[in-house]
């Protein structure tokens, strides 16, 4: 494959580089998933419009505005996913750099490249999302990281950071394996990668001494796009119905209900979500008042924390502590599930990767080291799978 200026340019830089490009073959395989819907969506655009235009009794439908705009919207969206997956497959550009100075990331997520410099890199690791493998890097700072960026590539970002990390490469960007990269990383840039360690380790240290022991997390903010979207397509949907359909009392009742259902959808769920806690973890043990309401999980109750593949936060119950756990949330009396084996661990609480605002192995990583009296003390288990 022959190399741009540029590409020389990096490569000639040193011998310990690291630097991948993308796996054309994969890549035109997915160009064509991207391109061929994406066209049969504009010609479906372009022919509802000339059938409007042409047509009154499709014109006067009010279906048929709905139908245009839906479909205007994935061939905006199609367009801009398949010119940037064309643009990385044949540019000739280097998807992913690393050298002593950073780790640089092509223009997958806009116009133009993202660079981290070591000591702004907090992790780098791979993981499965089947039936794909991600490669990961999740910078120290991310609304520093976010605010360098233009709104566009912000908004991808955003999008990538609810699976993990801001910066994600399917292995399709990639023409080496993830482990190999950062079986490389290992090798080369030992040094490096010790960089934020050595400092979190201090900070850990430091917030160990001062005794604040409590964890309070709140829904992550970047799912308060979804309640602002489906408020305002409730909206939109309840003027299309409005103005697009004879005037009957299903129409208007039906209109109501949407236009309602928007304006106060949005506002109160964002309102939840920014006041009421997810997640509390505390000296006497783990609640979360938006899942399980008022009921708190003991330390002496827990049988295991950990975090499974696919990106979700299990608590389970040891066999002993699921008893005093469902006798306390039922007022004093043990009732117990028909479908529930209390002779083995339950899992009570579970809570998504996206919801949360830290990463799993972040949020590991904290209660291992606030509450370590804790998991020895009940012999709890901390892992991740």
């Known amino acids: 494959m022959r190399k741009s200026p540029?590409?020389?340019?990096?490569?000639?830089?040193?011998?310990?580089?690291?630097?991948?490009y993308p796996n054309r073959r994969r890549m035109i395989g997915w160009l064509a998933l991207?391109?061929?819907?994406?066209?049969c969506h504009g010609l479906g655009t372009i022919g509802m419009i000339i059938l409007m235009i042409t047509i009154p009794e499709v014109r006067n439908q009010g279906g048929a505005i709905a139908l245009v705009i839906l479909l205007g919207s994935f061939f905006v969206m199609g367009t801009w996913l398949t010119r940037m997956l064309f643009?990385?497959?044949?540019?000739?550009?280097?998807?992913l750099v690393i050298n002593h100075a950073g780790i640089r990331v092509g223009?997958?997520?806009?116009?133009?490249?993202?660079?981290?410099?070591?000591?702004?890199?907090?992790?780098?690791?791979?993981?499965?999302?089947?039936?794909?493998?991600i490669f990961f890097v999740r910078p120290v700072d991310s609304k520093l990281f976010f605010s360098r960026l233009s709104p566009m590539m912000r908004f991808t970002c955003r999008l990538s950071a609810m699976g993990g990390a801001p910066i994600a490469l399917y292995q399709s960007f990639l023409d080496q394996p993830a482990e190999a990269i950062l079986k490389q990383m290992q090798t080369h840039y030992k040094q490096e990668l010790q960089l934020h360690k050595a400092k979190k380790?201090?900070?850990e240290m430091l917030r160990s001494e001062t005794g604040k022991q409590e964890i309070i997390l709140y829904t992550s903010r970047l799912l308060l796009w979804a309640p602002v979207a489906l408020?305002?397509?409730?909206?939109?949907?309840?003027?299309?119905?409005?103005?697009n359909m004879p005037w009957q009392l299903s129409t208007l009742l039906g209109s109501a209900f949407l236009m309602i259902a928007g304006v106060f959808f949005g506002p109160i769920t964002i309102w939840r979500a920014l006041h009421t806690?997810?997640?509390i973890m505390n000296d006497e043990g783990i609640s979360s008042p938006r899942i399980l309401k008022h009921t708190k999980i003991k330390w002496e109750e827990i049988g295991a924390i950990y975090c499974r593949i696919g990106g979700h936060l299990l608590i389970d119950t040891s066999p002993s502590g699921i008893v005093a756990f469902l006798t306390r949330r039922n007022g004093g009396r043990l009732v117990i599930p028909r479908s529930?084996?209390?002779?083995?661990?339950q899992t009570v609480l579970t809570i998504p990767q996206n919801m949360l605002p830290i990463p799993l192995d972040r949020l590991l990583e904290q209660i291992r080291t606030r509450f370590q009296n804790q998991l020895e003390r009940y012999n709890i288990e901390l892992a991740q799978f």
């Open 6 to 20: 540029v590409s020389r340019q990096i490569a000639e830089a040193g011998s310990s580089d690291i630097i991948v």
């Open 87 to 95: 643009s990385v497959t044949f540019s000739g550009e280097p998807t």
């Open 340 to 345: 529930m084996d209390i002779t083995i661990p």
């Open 231 to 243: 408020g305002g397509l409730s909206l939109l949907f309840g003027f299309i119905v409005l103005f």
């Open 277 to 279: 806690p997810l997640l």
């Open 107 to 133: 223009k997958i997520y806009g116009s133009a490249d993202i660079f981290l410099p070591w000591e702004e890199v907090e992790a780098i690791y791979s993981a499965p999302r089947p039936p794909y493998k």
């Open 201 to 203: 380790q201090a900070e």
């Open 34 to 39: 991207s391109g061929v819907p994406t066209l």
